[in-house]
């Protein structure tokens, strides 16, 4: 008991009492306080506003039902009760916290005098254990202590099983519904399809065939129109036997058309008997399939990636939101669209695997499109300015969508497609961007090699002939590059630059003896390969969005109006004659034996004879 | 006295209505992603995050820190106040606790030091070191008055002893090791860049910020309960900083003692201790034959190095397990089970992995190269280990002579309890 001498015992026990009675109601206080964030924190967990059942429910099927507007304003008014609940939550705890501190620390407060006063006496004579004794039983317990752990450690050892993170190259793939080794395709033999008509393979046994081969040929890849200006994507016909004469207006020469529900600025791929677009609005992705026969749509997937920004890309309407165009091999579709969705079918429209890879920071809208090299699916993603260092070239497996390699590109958004170019010692994807244009080894992503000629917003897309890759963008330059090189190459291997008639959208075109240019309001120019000197060039008075191309000697250029003009590929321009389509057209046509394959703003033509 | 309780009690609800006053502190952030354009006209909310703390602020800290020592110091080791102990506790719990809210603390600054010498991407900021360094250089010369009054981890538990109970000699320091083990373990995370334990599992970082994970909040709790009745359960059966400082502390030049003067054996502070830090004088050896206990303490010496290697072993066969610890390596399980097709759906992180672009086989290679660095680091806390459990053994076998009770130079935290239970102390005042 204390024993201070100027208050009598009857003080002290009376302040004992009142020390005593605050710390009896300050710590009934902190445990009602106590209480009550916990039962506050328990129904807090089952209200967390982003893992309501109810919300995601509603969510859901507005996927289902975009348009309902109903729909939409009952999720915003849950949403708006759950977030209110949620942060009034967070309100009380917050003062509940102050309040246990609060009580807390008048509960020690009033503790601290209080055991002060009951605080026993010493007691020296009070028994004690023997230190040898205690020194024992230390030992034991560390012994004890020891063997728990030395034995639990030896359980650990003997039970855990290093992974080797080895992948049985049969095994199936978890994210997709497809493996590589069971992988069921619908045989469309190109070879088939391409010796005779698209017609007389219409009704092409679709046999449900196992296969162990991964890519095409490269002579079935030429047979076919697989990707955005076809085989190597040089904008050139493999097929003479294209028409030149039609009439969209009469109908004469145009072999079907079939109207497409979305919209969208990217251009046919054409495999077989399958003919593929894509479509896409703020609220709707969709691939199309259509019977190249018949021009019948066999069906139209809508595209749904998990992950997906909700909130539509920023577009212009120049891009809109399904700018990529598609690519194929044979065996599957790929797509892309504005807001990073890369989607994968079989020729069934079966989905193979989707993932979305966006969103992007884009100026006019992500436009470029895909392209594969062997068994793998190649993504330029240009986006934000080059000091960003958002921009990259990635690899993706076809059969899994599984990333395979990724390089980041030092360049700012583009809208440019890539090629993949054979130069007799090693095979390189050539890319253009502001400044750079880059090569890099397909295999592994790693750069080849890079030169300084390029700038402003690149759209037009490169190409390659007899040795050279000509690359142009407006305002800056046409050059032809020697490829092959390593490093930094603009000083070594720029064969030749050209500065008249540069285009900002269409790409150019060559046939190894000559380089064409197409400016978007009509001016044509044409260049040597071989050294770059200007051959001649011609205003043809129209406008044009799409890249020209090139069937057998003769170049098809086609106007937004969607007037085809073919003028002869020589050394001298003649306009050999022009065709009129009933509507717009903003694409790049697709050319198989025979045919031509064009959409334009709402339809997809297929020009040929019957 | 009992005014200068009132005084104490007053002073604890000044401080918390001053930590009131401080307002939280906000400043507008960058968003990390372009955020939508709502069509409806919607504007989103600025983002705000808290600043940084400013240059000033950590200088400040690390002033108040050099003088929370030196007046813990002077009021241990030279006034010898327990009054003056418990209200530099109250303010380093109300400055270094709720205003700085737990951070940067020496307790967990192991951990920094740990990665800046085995990582060589990792910055350390001075302020780090200094709260590293300072309490150590203090102890090795003064004691654990860091323990005493400055450290809040140690200030939270202190002020929560309200009726300690005698935790058994053996048991005490049976359960001391413990510390040893998360010291080792804290040490070999930080060390891969695996994760800082320390920080994620303080029990009391919950209470400072006002807000923390619903088992950590437990765990401190339930700590500060025992708390009242076992005194500074975490400063003595699991702080890893506390073996640093119970190295430094038994160098240490100067030490509190229970007495200010010579003992006089009165036994009056035998129990004074509510640490189990007062070693009494040892028992008579009259009658004790020489050669007792020999045999143990050569046959210990002679198994020390089975001991270790025993841990070595034993490391060697956890490391990679142990290395799960580290994200990459989970996530590189994560997405090998995915990719094998044990698992049919992406989680967050491997959904995020892939959209990066990055191939398996660059995640796979780095995690077995973590694994490569867990196997070796495992290897050496196994042989630590075993080399403390040896020590540890053999020290309990050495027979000491102690005539006066003293405080144990290891384990005490220098808290004055015992000063006034000296009636040699009172004599002299």
Same mark, same amino acid.
């Given at each position: 008991?204390?024993n201070?001498?100027n208050?009598d015992?009857?003080?002290?026990?009376?302040?004992?009492r009142?020390?005593?009675?605050v710390?009896v109601?300050a710590?009934?206080?902190?445990?009602?306080?106590?209480?009550?964030?916990?039962?506050n924190?328990i129904?807090?967990?089952?209200?967390?506003?982003?893992?309501s059942?109810?919300?995601?429910?509603?969510k859901?099927?507005?996927?289902?039902?975009?348009?309902?507007?109903v729909?939409k304003?009952?999720?915003r008014?849950l949403?708006?009760?759950?977030?209110?609940?949620?942060?009034?939550r967070?309100?009380?705890?917050?003062?509940?916290?102050?309040?246990?501190?609060?009580?807390?620390?008048?509960?020690?407060?009033s503790?601290?005098?209080?055991?002060?006063?009951?605080k026993?006496?010493?007691?020296?004579?009070?028994?004690?254990?023997?230190?040898?004794a205690?020194?024992?039983?230390?030992?034991q317990?560390?012994?004890?202590?020891g063997?728990?752990?030395?034995g639990?450690a030896?359980?650990?050892?003997?039970?855990?099983?290093?992974?080797?993170?080895?992948?049985?190259?049969?095994?199936?793939?978890a994210? !997709?519904?497809a493996?590589?080794?069971?992988?069921e395709?619908q045989e469309?033999p190109?070879?088939?399809?391409?010796?005779?008509?698209?017609?007389?393979t219409q009704?092409?046994?679709?046999?449900?065939?196992?296969?162990?081969?991964?890519?095409?040929?490269?002579?079935?890849?030429?047979?076919?129109?697989?990707?955005?200006?076809?085989?190597?994507?040089?904008g050139?016909?493999?097929?003479t036997?294209?028409?030149?004469?039609?009439?969209?207006?009469?109908?004469?020469?145009?072999?079907?058309?079939?109207?497409?529900?979305l919209?969208?600025?990217?251009?046919?791929?054409i495999?077989?008997?399958r003919v593929f677009?894509?479509g896409?609005?703020e609220?709707?992705?969709?691939?199309y399939?259509?019977?190249?026969g018949s021009g019948e749509?066999?069906?139209?997937?809508?595209?749904?990636?998990?992950m997906?920004?909700?909130e539509p890309?920023?577009?212009?309407?120049?891009?809109?939101f399904?700018?990529?165009?598609?690519?194929?091999d044979?065996?599957w579709v790929?797509?892309?669209f504005?807001?990073?969705?890369?989607i994968?079918f079989?020729f069934?429209g079966?989905?193979?695997?989707?993932?979305?890879?966006?969103?992007?920071?884009?100026?006019?809208?992500?436009?470029?499109?895909?392209l594969?090299?062997?068994?793998l699916?190649i993504v330029?993603l240009d986006q934000?300015?080059?000091?960003?260092g958002m921009?990259? !070239?990635?690899?993706?497996?076809?059969?899994t969508?599984?990333?395979v390699?990724?390089?980041?590109r030092?360049?700012?958004?583009s809208?440019?497609t890539?090629?993949?170019?054979d130069t007799g010692?090693?095979?390189e994807? !050539?890319?253009?961007?502001?400044?750079?244009?880059?090569?890099?080894?397909?295999?592994?992503?790693?750069?080849?090699w890079r030169?300084?000629?390029l700038?402003?917003?690149?759209?037009?897309?490169?190409?390659y002939?007899?040795?050279?890759?000509?690359?142009?963008?407006?305002?800056e330059?046409l050059a032809?590059i020697r490829p092959?090189g390593?490093g930094d190459?603009?000083?070594?291997?720029?064969v030749?630059?050209?500065?008249?008639g540069?285009?900002d959208?269409?790409?150019?075109l060559?046939?190894?003896?000559?380089?064409?240019?197409?400016?978007?309001?009509?001016?044509m120019t044409?260049?040597?390969a071989?050294?770059?000197?200007?051959?001649?060039?011609?205003d043809?008075v129209?406008t044009?969005?799409?890249?020209?191309?090139?069937?057998?000697?003769?170049?098809?250029?086609i106007?937004v109006?969607?007037?085809?003009?073919?003028?002869?590929?020589g050394?001298?321009?003649k306009?050999v004659?022009?065709n009129?389509l009933?509507?717009?057209?903003?694409?790049?046509?697709?050319?198989v034996?025979?045919?031509?394959?064009?959409?334009?703003?709402?339809?997809?033509?297929?020009?040929g004879?019957k | 006295m009992?005014?200068?309780?009132?005084?104490?009690?007053?002073?604890?609800?000044?401080?918390?209505?001053?930590?009131?006053?401080?307002?939280?502190?906000?400043?507008f952030?960058?968003?990390?992603f372009?955020?939508?354009?709502?069509?409806?006209g919607?504007v989103?909310?600025?983002?705000t995050q808290?600043?940084?703390r400013?240059?000033?602020?950590?200088?400040?800290?690390?002033?108040?820190l050099?003088?929370?020592?030196?007046?813990?110091t002077?009021?241990?080791?030279?006034?010898?106040?327990r009054?003056?102990?418990?209200?530099l506790?109250?303010?380093?719990?109300?400055?270094?606790?709720?205003?700085r809210?737990?951070?940067?603390c020496?307790v967990?600054s192991?951990?920094?030091?740990t990665?800046t010498?085995?990582?060589?991407?990792y910055?350390?900021?001075?302020?780090?070191?200094?709260?590293f360094?300072?309490?150590?250089?203090?102890?090795?010369?003064f004691g654990?008055?860091?323990?005493?009054?400055v450290?809040?981890?140690?200030a939270?538990?202190d002020?929560?002893?309200?009726?300690p109970?005698r935790?058994p000699?053996?048991l005490?320091?049976?359960?001391?090791?413990?510390?040893?083990?998360y010291?080792?373990?804290?040490?070999l995370f930080?060390?891969?860049g695996s994760?800082?334990?320390i920080?994620?599992?303080?029990?009391?970082?919950?209470?400072?910020?006002?807000?923390g994970?619903?088992?950590i909040?437990?765990?401190?709790?339930?700590?500060?309960i025992?708390?009242?009745?076992?005194?500074?359960?975490?400063?003595r059966?699991?702080?890893?900083?506390g073996?640093?400082?119970?190295?430094m502390?038994?160098?240490s030049?100067w030490?509190?003692?229970i007495?200010?003067n010579?003992?006089?054996?009165?036994?009056?502070?035998?129990d004074?201790?509510?640490f189990?830090?007062?070693?009494?004088p040892?028992e008579?050896k009259?009658n004790?034959?020489?050669?007792?206990?020999?045999g143990r303490?050569?046959?210990?010496?002679?198994l020390?190095?089975?001991?270790?290697?025993?841990?070595?072993?034993?490391?060697?066969?956890?490391?990679?397990?142990?290395s799960?610890?580290?994200?990459?390596?989970?996530l590189?399980?994560?997405?090998?089970?995915e990719d094998?097709?044990?698992?049919?759906?992406?989680?967050?992180?491997?959904?995020?992995?892939?959209?990066?672009?990055?191939?398996?086989?660059?995640?796979f290679?780095?995690?077995?190269?973590?694994?490569r660095?867990f196997?070796?680091g495992?290897?050496?806390?196994?042989?630590?280990?075993?080399l403390?459990?040896?020590i540890?053994?053999?020290?309990?076998?050495?027979?000491?002579?102690?005539?006066?009770?003293?405080?144990?130079?290891?384990?005490c935290?220098s808290?004055?309890?015992?000063?006034s239970y000296?009636?040699v102390?009172?004599d002299?005042?």
């Amino acid at each position: 008991m204390m024993n201070k001498t100027n208050i009598d015992p009857d003080t002290w026990y009376s302040l004992y009492r009142i020390f005593l009675a605050v710390a009896v109601i300050a710590g009934t206080f902190s445990l009602i306080v106590s209480l009550l964030l916990t039962v506050n924190y328990i129904a807090g967990k089952q209200g967390d506003p982003l893992d309501s059942e109810r919300l995601l429910e509603l969510k859901e099927e507005l996927l289902r039902n975009p348009n309902n507007e109903v729909l939409k304003e009952d999720i915003r008014k849950l949403d708006l009760r759950l977030r209110k609940e949620y942060f009034r939550r967070r309100r009380f705890t917050r003062i509940g916290a102050y309040m246990l501190i609060f009580g807390i620390a008048i509960f020690l407060g009033s503790m601290l005098p209080v055991m002060k006063y009951r605080k026993n006496p010493p007691m020296p004579d009070s028994p004690k254990t023997s230190q040898k004794a205690e020194a024992s039983r230390t030992r034991q317990l560390v012994i004890g202590i020891g063997s728990f752990i030395a034995g639990f450690a030896i359980a650990i050892a003997v039970i855990d099983r290093p992974n080797n993170y080895e992948i049985p190259q049969q095994q199936p793939v978890a994210d !997709i519904t497809a493996s590589e080794e069971k992988i069921e395709i619908q045989e469309i033999p190109a070879t088939q399809v391409t010796e005779g008509s698209p017609a007389e393979t219409q009704g092409t046994q679709e046999t449900q065939v196992e296969t162990t081969k991964s890519y095409p040929t490269e002579e079935e890849l030429k047979k076919n129109w697989p990707r955005f200006r076809g085989p190597g994507g040089l904008g050139i016909s493999q097929y003479t036997n294209i028409p030149e004469m039609w009439d969209g207006t009469t109908g004469e020469g145009i072999l079907w058309k079939s109207s497409i529900r979305l919209p969208g600025k990217n251009s046919p791929v054409i495999w077989g008997n399958r003919v593929f677009v894509t479509g896409a609005n703020e609220t709707e992705r969709a691939v199309y399939c259509f019977d190249a026969g018949s021009g019948e749509l066999l069906w139209e997937k809508p595209v749904v990636v998990a992950m997906a920004d909700p909130e539509p890309p920023e577009v212009s309407d120049d891009t809109g939101f399904a700018a990529p165009t598609p690519v194929t091999d044979g065996r599957w579709v790929f797509a892309m669209f504005a807001n990073g969705d890369i989607i994968c079918f079989d020729f069934d429209g079966n989905e193979i695997w989707s993932r979305n890879v966006g969103p992007f920071d884009s100026m006019y809208g992500y436009a470029s499109s895909l392209l594969m090299y062997k068994d793998l699916l190649i993504v330029l993603l240009d986006q934000g300015g080059a000091e960003d260092g958002m921009s990259e !070239i990635i690899a993706l497996e076809a059969a899994t969508g599984k990333s395979v390699w990724g390089t980041d590109r030092p360049v700012p958004n583009s809208w440019a497609t890539p090629i993949i170019i054979d130069t007799g010692e090693r095979e390189e994807i !050539i890319t253009c961007g502001s400044p750079w244009v880059i090569a890099y080894d397909p295999a592994t992503g790693a750069e080849l090699w890079r030169a300084d000629c390029l700038g402003g917003d690149i759209a037009p897309s490169p190409v390659y002939a007899n040795g050279l890759v000509y690359v142009t963008n407006t305002y800056e330059t046409l050059a032809a590059i020697r490829p092959g090189g390593e490093g930094d190459v603009t000083e070594t291997h720029i064969v030749w630059e050209a500065e008249d008639g540069l285009p900002d959208i269409c790409s150019p075109l060559t046939n190894g003896e000559l380089v064409f240019l197409l400016e978007t309001y009509g001016l044509m120019t044409c260049y040597d390969a071989k050294d770059g000197t200007k051959v001649w060039e011609e205003d043809t008075v129209e406008t044009f969005n799409t890249s020209p191309s090139l069937v057998g000697d003769k170049i098809y250029l086609i106007t937004v109006d969607g007037i085809t003009i073919i003028v002869e590929a020589g050394r001298q321009f003649k306009e050999v004659v022009r065709n009129e389509l009933s509507e717009g057209v903003l694409t790049c046509p697709g050319f198989v034996d025979g045919r031509m394959y064009v959409r334009g703003e709402e339809n997809l033509y297929c020009i040929g004879e019957k | 006295m009992i005014y200068g309780y009132c005084k104490i009690s007053g002073a604890v609800l000044l401080i918390i209505c001053l930590l009131f006053a401080f307002a939280p502190n906000y400043a507008f952030s960058v968003q990390r992603f372009p955020p939508p354009q709502f069509k409806s006209g919607h504007v989103l909310p600025e983002t705000t995050q808290a600043p940084p703390r400013s240059d000033f602020y950590e200088y400040l800290d690390a002033g108040v820190l050099l003088a929370a020592l030196a007046v813990a110091t002077y009021l241990a080791l030279k006034r010898r106040s327990r009054t003056g102990l418990l209200i530099l506790t109250i303010f380093s719990l109300a400055y270094f606790g709720f205003w700085r809210m737990g951070c940067v603390c020496a307790v967990g600054s192991v951990q920094n030091v740990t990665i800046t010498l085995f990582q060589t991407g990792y910055s350390i900021p001075l302020v780090v070191v200094i709260f590293f360094a300072l309490p150590l250089i203090f102890t090795l010369f003064f004691g654990r008055t860091f323990c005493a009054a400055v450290c809040p981890l140690g200030a939270i538990q202190d002020i929560f002893v309200i009726k300690p109970v005698r935790v058994p000699r053996w048991l005490d320091r049976g359960l001391r090791v413990i510390p040893y083990l998360y010291l080792g373990f804290a040490v070999l995370f930080a060390a891969t860049g695996s994760a800082f334990i320390i920080c994620e599992y303080d029990p009391f970082i919950a209470f400072f910020r006002r807000g923390g994970r619903a088992a950590i909040l437990a765990f401190g709790g339930l700590l500060l309960i025992l708390g009242m009745f076992v005194g500074r359960p975490y400063c003595r059966y699991l702080c890893p900083y506390g073996v640093v400082l119970s190295w430094m502390s038994k160098a240490s030049k100067w030490h509190v003692s229970i007495t200010p003067n010579e003992c006089i054996q009165c036994r009056l502070c035998e129990d004074s201790c509510p640490f189990e830090a007062i070693d009494s004088p040892t028992e008579e050896k009259a009658n004790t034959p020489r050669t007792e206990g020999k045999g143990r303490l050569i046959t210990l010496i002679i198994l020390l190095p089975l001991f270790i290697a025993m841990g070595v072993g034993l490391g060697a066969g956890v490391g990679s397990y142990l290395s799960r610890i580290d994200p990459d390596v989970r996530l590189a399980e994560r997405i090998w089970l995915e990719d094998t097709g044990q698992i049919d759906e992406m989680d967050d992180a491997s959904e995020a992995f892939r959209k990066t672009g990055r191939p398996s086989s660059e995640l796979f290679a780095e995690a077995k190269q973590l694994r490569r660095q867990f196997r070796i680091g495992s290897m050496i806390l196994g042989g630590f280990l075993g080399l403390f459990t040896g020590i540890k053994m053999i020290s309990l076998s050495i027979k000491r002579s102690r005539k006066d009770y003293e405080t144990n130079r290891t384990h005490c935290v220098s808290c004055g309890r015992c000063f006034s239970y000296c009636p040699v102390e009172k004599d002299e005042k």
